[in-house]
Every structure is written in structure tokens, then in C-alpha cells.
């Protein structure tokens, strides 16, 4: 945790300010005037430490944005390294003897982090909304400091003298430039204008950069920008819709074609007992894997369909729209028919199939089970019971119910164990979400808790940097819920309350694994005969928990269009989440990176300062 000497007052995070702004600035993205407040409260107190100035930017999705994205971040990169060194000046009551240069190459960059994000949210990118937040709030803080420069150092005045005042008597340089825009509009060439503007006004800053007030400079660019700004917005806008829509197009898959091809396949089993698509025959354990990975490569297409969905109904204004109505009544689909169709092809295999059988249609399943929301494999639970007991003289159902009441003792006490640790890990929704609001609920985030209501749902209302100061998560204790699988060095929590958890894999489970297995009365002479069973073992062989507690290394506010986009593993399979928010653009979601401490399966404890885990 940083010490008081260490951090920088912010004021007013995350609140809702009137910026004064002549038309000329507002094509450069440069406030003249300070904020004006909207409401008589008090200014709610927030942190803003310097290391949160490296919280790295939400990411862009389009191909077409990606020009843009990438200089905003580049000159995100520069602005940052600049406050940076102007934060520690004035943390060390130094900031009269910064060079000027510094101050005019941070003010140039800012004007470039907030113009671009606002052509990026013309776009329709979600990166848009946080840069700008972004951008709006270093701009202010900047400008304090540029106030406090400005009243007390020598070198200031100087700059001002020498530099400033014979650059504003010389016009003629101007006046080309102002020429130069107005052509550029004049010949149609919207988007080019106003690149034309900002990179003019950029070339300006070596000069002008310790002005709080640049608008007498910028006014010339006045005419050119009210011809160009309505038609690039435009442009932006159409372009925006067309990417968007070809992205949609290329990840929404053909949910019929898949539910067919299920159809079919539980037809070729049940007829012949076997099914062959390509050069590939399959019997019914190959055609129930087969299905398997349909159902895992369509859901995850579909989590990518709603999220592109998300912001091309939210660029288009009509959110939610008629098709991210349509994509979520095939993910509920999908996961019904899925489910049955497996349950179904079990049935057709019925009189084929042999313990052998039997017990890889058995593994399959369990390592589907883990990945699905809780009953959505009730009927294929009861299929393979039955053929179980044909297979073992009704010896299954009884075994189970033996097993399930150990079970049972055991999820409780593993239970037990992971609240005894609630006091020094509390969830992360009540240290993290809750944490990142203000008195008045307007900074940062506000909670998942009341997720449904359009004004109370996860947004960003400030940018990453201050919803990380406000959360202040350097160390914090949390329980987080439903960790997945692992995949490779990593680990990731399922999405749940707008977070989730990446975290290291490297967890010994070997002993609660044996005891489990012993308990089982499993072996590999001996596999699990109920899908119970073989789940708990499948999920402690692919380290699967229900909770894991540990310390926050970081985290990172981040869209929960993007989030959904890139990590479609977040969800599990099953009947989807639905949520419905005027726009999805500012929706946001925190990414936790978390260092582990102990872990909850089901079915165990595993703490590594134990000397013996216990179940």
C-alpha cells in the first residue's frame, strides 16, 4: 500500500462538470475555462497515485479504428510520462523548476488523447469512452498544475516572453494553416480537416503549450471545422456500422446448422451406430466428443456475436436491438437442444454400448458438466444412469446414493473451511465494485448489486486510473467465485458481477485429489460410474473451484463489450445472462490479478500454508 507521502490529491472523481468551451476549442479538444460544478455538494475526495497512470487503456475491436487507436495511445503513452513527472514534482515542492518543455509536450498530447477518442466513439469503439474519460480527467489535472506553473516560476514567465508572445505576433504562419483547413473542407475532405486542425494546433504547442487559454489561436480553424466536423462525424459513424456489421457477420454462427447437424448425428448413431462427417467415422463416444465441440466452439462464437452486437445496437441507437434479441434466444436454444441432443444420442447408443463405452461417454461428460451452469445437464445426468444400470445390474443408482451422501459431507465441510476465511477475505464484490463508488454513487463504478436498473449497472464514470485509486486494490484480500480451468501457466475466473480473475495455475492438488479419489472408492482399475462423481474428479484434475481467495496484484477496469469479445470463456455453457442497459458502450467490467492463497473444490479445502489438506 502506498504511504501518504506517495500520493496526489484528485478532487471530484468520477463527477459530472459544465466545461466552458469556445466552438474553435472544442475541434482541438482544449477546455477554456475550469469546470463549472452541476450540483451544490461538496467535492467528494479521491486518490490519484502515479503508478495508476499505467492502468492500461481498454482495447479498440474494429480493423478500422485501429490507425486511430494507435495513435491515441501513443500519445496516451507520451501525456502519461509527462504527468508522471510533473505529479513527482509537485509531490517533492519542485514544480517551479520543471523546464517548460515538458509541460508543452504533455499539453500536446492530451489535445491528441481527447480528440481521437472522440473519433473512436464516433466509430462506435468502446476504447472511445474510457480514453476520453481518460483524457478529460489528466486534462484537468494538468491544467491545476499548468495554474500553479504558470503563478510561480521564473522559467515560465520567461517561456511566456520570449517564446509565446513573438510566436503570437507573427501571423502569417497562422494564417496559411487557417487557409489550408478551410480548402481541405471546402473540397470535401471532412476526416482530412480535422486531422489537419489537430496536428496544426499539436505543431503549435512547442509555442503556445503554457497558455491555459489557447482559443485566440485556434478561432481561425473556426469556419473550417463547422464544415468538416458534422460530415466526418458522419462518415466515422457509417464506417463504424460497416465494420461492425462485417465483424458480426464473420463471428455469428449458423446456430440452426449446428442444431441440424446434432439432429442428424443422434439419427446415424441410433441407426447404425456409427456417423461419419469428412473421412472421419465416428462411433457414439467419437460423435458424443464431436458434439461436445460444436456446442463449445458455438457458444463461444455466439458470446462474440452479443458483444459486437452490444455496440452496433448502441452505435445505432436502438439498444437492445431486434437482432441481440435474436442471439440470445439462440444461445438459450443452443444450450437446450445441445443438452437433449447429447441425452438423446446416449439413449440411441443404449443397446451398442459396453462398460467401456459407457465410461468414456461418462469422462466426456464430466469435463462438459464443469463447464456448464448448474443443471443444464439434468437429462443427460439421467441417460447415463440408466444406461449405467443396464450396463451394471442397477448397481449404479445405489452406489450413487451412497457416494452422494458422502459427497455431501464433504462439500460442507469445504464449505465451512472457505467461510472461516470470509473475515480476512471478504468477496470481491464488496471489496472491489462497492469500493470504486463515492458518497454520492458517481465515481468510478457503481455496484453490480443493481444490475437491471440502466442508471445503477457498472459503467465507467471516471476513468481506469481514478476507479483504481478509488478502489485502491494493492494488496486487498478477496474470495472470488467459480474459477474454470486452467489453460497453460494461467487460470481464469467465470464472469460474475462484472469480474473476473486471472491468476497463476500452479496449485498442488495431487494429495486432496488421491484422498477424493479414495473416498470414491476410484482407481484406474475402478473409474467413476456416476457423473457426480467423475465431475468432482474432472474438475479437481482440470483445477475447477468454487472459490479462490487471495491478494489483488492489480486490476484493470475494462469494457464489457471488449471483455466479452476476447474472453468468450468467461460464461458458462448454459441458459445465458441477460442484461439490458440504454448503452453498452460505457458498461464496464474489473479484471483482477489475483496471487492465490487457497482454493475451494466442491468437495475440498486447499490452503498451501496447510501441512496436510484437509476435505
Known amino acids: 500500500m502506498m504511504t501518504s507521502t506517495n500520493r496526489i490529491k484528485y478532487i471530484d472523481l468520477g463527477r459530472r462538470h459544465t466545461w466552458l468551451m469556445s466552438g474553435a476549442l472544442l475541434a482541438c479538444g482544449v477546455a477554456l475555462a475550469c469546470p463549472c460544478r452541476t450540483s451544490a455538494q461538496a467535492p467528494q475526495g479521491g486518490e490519484l497515485t502515479i503508478e495508476s497512470l499505467a492502468a492500461p487503456p481498454v482495447a479498440n475491436i474494429l480493423p478500422v479504428t485501429k490507425a486511430v487507436y494507435d495513435d491515441a495511445v501513443r500519445e496516451l503513452v507520451t501525456a502519461n510520462k509527462g504527468m508522471t513527472m510533473l505529479l513527482e514534482a509537485e509531490r517533492d515542492n519542485r514544480l517551479a523548476d520543471v523546464t517548460p518543455n515538458i509541460f508543452t509536450t504533455t499539453h500536446g498530447a492530451l489535445i491528441g488523447v481527447r480528440r481521437r477518442s472522440s473519433w473512436l466513439t464516433e466509430f462506435g469503439d468502446p476504447a472511445g469512452v474510457e480514453l476520453s474519460r481518460r483524457g478529460n480527467a489528466l486534462m484537468k489535472r494538468f491544467r491545476a498544475l499548468l495554474t500553479n506553473y504558470n503563478n510561480t516560476s521564473r522559467k515560465a514567465q ?6 509565446t508572445q513573438p510566436f503570437g505576433a507573427n501571423a502569417n504562419s497562422r494564417n496559411q494553416q487557417y487557409a489550408q483547413a478551410m ?5 470535401g475532405k471532412a476526416v482530412e480537416t480535422e486531422l489537419f486542425i489537430l496536428k496544426s494546433v499539436q505543431g ?64 446415424e448413431i441410433g441407426a447404425a451406430g456409427q456417423a461419419t462427417r469428412g473421412t472421419e467415422q465416428m462411433d457414439g463416444p467419437a460423435a458424443f466428443s464431436y458434439l461436445c465441440r460444436n456446442w463449445f466452439v458455438t457458444h463461444e462464437n455466439l458470446q462474440k456475436a452479443e458483444a459486437v452486437e ?6 445505432e441507437g436502438n439498444s437492445p436491438s431486434e437482432r441481440l434479441e435474436q442471439i440470445r434466444t439462440e444461445r438459450k436454444t443452443l444450450a437446450q437442444r445441445m443438452a437433449q441432443g447429447l441425452a438423446e444420442l446416449v439413449r440411441a447408443d443404449s443397446n451398442r454400448a459396453t462398460s467401456e463405452t459407457f465410461d468414456k461417454y461418462l469422462a466426456t461428460a464430466a469435463n462438459l458438466q464443469i463447464r456448464a451452469t448448474s443443471g443444464a445437464l439434468r437429462e443427460l445426468d439421467r441417460a447415463l444412469l440408466a444406461l449405467g444400470d ?10 450413487g446414493e451412497a457416494l452422494d451422501e458422502l459427497l455431501y459431507w464433504r462439500e460442507k465441510s469445504a464449505e465451512a473451511r472457505a467461510k472461516a476465511q470470509a473475515r480476512e477475505y471478504p468477496s470481491a464484490q464488496a471489496a472491489l465494485i462497492v469500493a470504486a463508488r463515492s458518497a454520492s454513487g458517481l465515481a468510478g463504478l457503481l455496484p453490480a448489486a443493481n444490475l437491471g436498473s440502466p442508471d445503477q449497472s457498472p459503467r465507467f464514470l471516471g476513468s481506469s486510473p ?19 480451468p486452467s489453460t497453460g501457466a494461467t487460470r481464469v475466473s467465470q464472469l460474475h458481477d462484472r469480474m473476473f480473475a486471472t491468476m497463476p495455475s500452479n496449485v498442488e492438488l495431487s494429495e486432496p485429489l488421491e484422498l477424493l479419489k479414495a473416498d470414491l472408492l476410484v482407481s484406474d482399475a475402478t473409474p467413476p460410474l456416476t457423473l457426480t462423481t467423475a465431475s468432482s474428479l474432472a474438475a ?17 477496469p475494462n469494457s464489457l463489450i471488449v471483455t466479452r469479445l476476447t474472453w468468450p470463456q468467461l460464461l458458462p455453457l448454459g441458459p445465458p445472462l441477460i442484461e439490458d442497459v440504454p448503452n453498452f458502450q460505457e458498461q464496464a467490467v474489473l479484471q483482477v490479478d489475483l496471487q492465490p492463497e487457497w482454493w475451494q473444490h466442491s468437495h ?9 489438506p484437509q476435505s
Open 158 to 163: 520567461a517561456f511566456l516572453e520570449n517564446t
Open 183 to 187: 480548402r481541405l473542407a471546402q473540397a
Open 204 to 267: 503549435w504547442m512547442p509555442k503556445i503549450g503554457l497558455l491555459a487559454d489557447i482559443g485566440h489561436y485556434t478561432k481561425g480553424f473556426e469556419q473550417a471545422r463547422l464544415i468538416a466536423a458534422p460530415v466526418a462525424q458522419q462518415q466515422r459513424h457509417q464506417a463504424g456500422q460497416e465494420g461492425l456489421a462485417a465483424l458480426l457477420k464473420s463471428v455469428w454462427p449458423q446456430v440452426p446448422a449446428v442444431l441440424d447437424d446434432t439432429d442428424k448425428v443422434v439419427a
Open 310 to 315: 452490444m455496440a452496433l445496437s448502441s452505435l
Open 390 to 399: 443396464k450396463l451394471h445390474q442397477n448397481r449404479v443408482s445405489a452406489l
Open 466 to 484: 481514478e476507479v483504481v485509486t478509488l478502489v485502491e486494490p494493492g494488496g486487498k484480500r478477496i474470495t472470488l467465485e467459480r474459477v474454470g
Open 540 to 556: 479437481a484434475q482440470a483445477g475447477c473451484f468454487d472459490r479462490c481467495g487471495g491478494s489483488v496484484k492489480a486490476i484493470y
Open 604 to 612: 475440498f479445502f486447499v490452503k498451501p500454508a496447510d501441512a496436510s
